[in-house]
């Protein structure tokens, strides 16, 4: 489906993510590298280069392919970091930076996400996943006290999408603390109330988040049976 995509909308970085993703769930980590090669080759709109390596190497992660995934990750850091010097780039956006962040992640740069997140909520964007995503560090780091007092910060709304996202949150960070089980009950709450995809909450409707599976923020969960 992604290839029939492409043959028409040959600058559209979602079918590439797609692509990537769909090639590491059939443990092919080579051509996945070959997908990342077309799309630094070629111009892409609505989802840049990084965000594709990181889809990518958590689809990789999952799989078990963690050698190949941490290569990925490391490459998706520099590239993010090439993006955050050049001022001009199409692609020095806060978006770029939470998934930069991602990526400090997953190759174990936590502090340096964290600083980043940190200059995220400084600027107010998207307090639900910043504050989210500093929610996973401090669990990462054990910190309960820490991790309380993120989660009462978290936005409060009506809207039911947002709710699903916090509730999506809470458990990505129950599962960090080795919560396996509230975690799993805080996904299907989010799930019933119509949880779509992340990173465009914004706007109205979307597809139901694909890769929830994949997610390296919900990793202690993997192959867990309740999960």
Same mark, same amino acid.
């Given at each position: ?15 590439? $993510?797609? *692509? ?9 980590? %080579?051509?996945?590298? @070959? ?30 392919? +963690? *050698?190949?995934? &941490?290569? /990925?990750?490391?490459? &998706? ?12 780039? #199409?692609?020095?956006?806060? &978006? ?5 962040? $991602?990526? /400090? $992640? ?7 996400? *964290?600083? /980043? ?23 990462? !780091? ?6 309380? +007092?993120?989660?009462?910060? /978290?936005?409060?709304? !009506?809207?039911?999408? %947002? ?16 919560? @396996? ?5 805080? =996904?299907?709450?989010?799930?019933? *109330?119509? =949880?779509?995809? %992340?990173?465009?909450?914004?706007? #109205? ?11 390296? !923020? ?7 049976? #309740?999960?």
């Amino acid at each position: 489906t992604a290839d029939l995509g492409l043959e028409h909308r040959p600058a559209v970085g979602h079918l590439f $993510r797609y *692509k990537a993703a769909g090639l590491a769930g059939q443990g092919r980590p %080579r051509a996945v590298q @070959k997908v990342i090669e077309d799309c630094l080759r070629n111009p892409v709109q609505y989802f840049s280069p990084g965000q594709i390596m990181v889809t990518a190497a958590s689809e990789l992660r999952y799989h078990g392919y +963690r *050698k190949e995934s &941490a290569e /990925l990750a490391g490459r &998706a850091v520099e590239w993010f970091e090439h993006q955050a010097e050049d001022s001009v780039s #199409p692609f020095a956006t806060p &978006a770029n930076r939470l998934f930069h962040a $991602r990526a /400090l $992640r997953m190759v174990g740069r936590w502090d340096e996400a *964290k600083g /980043l997140l940190d200059e995220l909520a400084g600027r107010s964007w998207r307090p639900l996943d910043v504050q989210g995503a500093l929610g996973i560090i401090a669990a990462h !780091d054990g910190d309960r006290l820490a991790v309380e +007092r993120i989660c009462a910060q /978290l936005p409060v709304s !009506d809207d039911p999408m %947002r709710e699903a996202l916090d509730l999506y949150w809470r458990a990505a960070i129950a599962a960090q603390l080795g919560d @396996k089980d509230q975690a799993v009950d805080l =996904l299907g709450e989010a799930f019933n *109330k119509g =949880l779509r995809t %992340r990173e465009w909450y914004e706007e #109205p409707g979307g597809d139901y988040y694909w890769q929830v599976y994949a997610d390296f !923020d919900l990793e202690p969960l993997w192959h867990y049976p #309740p999960f």
